[in-house]
């Protein structure tokens, strides 16, 4: 399993650093877009490209943690941040 994701994570451009409520990962971009904190479709991610399977929710990870604190309508999971980031 840890060769798995070590594949991923080299392969995609993303560290793994957490999960949603519903077990969608969130991931720090270490390629292209260095920093940025996505989540990823648990759904789809095995299937698809990982990079189509995400979404960008915040420019860094202090940005991230500063909005899921105080934004009350900041996205919990992939499905309700691809509903409200269109």
């Given amino acids: 399993r ?3 994701w070590a594949f991923l994570r ?7 650093v957490g999960f949603c409520p519903n077990g969608d990962p969130i991931a720090i971009d270490i390629g292209a877009e ?3 904190v996505w989540y990823m479709d648990h759904d789809t991610m095995a ?6 399977a995400a979404i960008r929710v915040a ?10 604190v105080h934004e009350d ?3 919990f999971d992939y499905y309700e941040a691809k ?3 269109k």
């Fill in 59 to 68: 420019d860094n990870l202090s940005q991230f943690m500063n909005r899921l």
């Fill in 2 to 4: 840890k060769i798995v």
């Fill in 83 to 85: 509903e409200k980031i």
């Fill in 34 to 36: 260095m920093g940025s």
């Fill in 10 to 16: 080299k392969k995609s451009g993303f560290m793994f």
């Fill in 47 to 52: 299937t698809d490209l990982l990079r189509s």
């Fill in 73 to 75: 309508d900041f996205p």
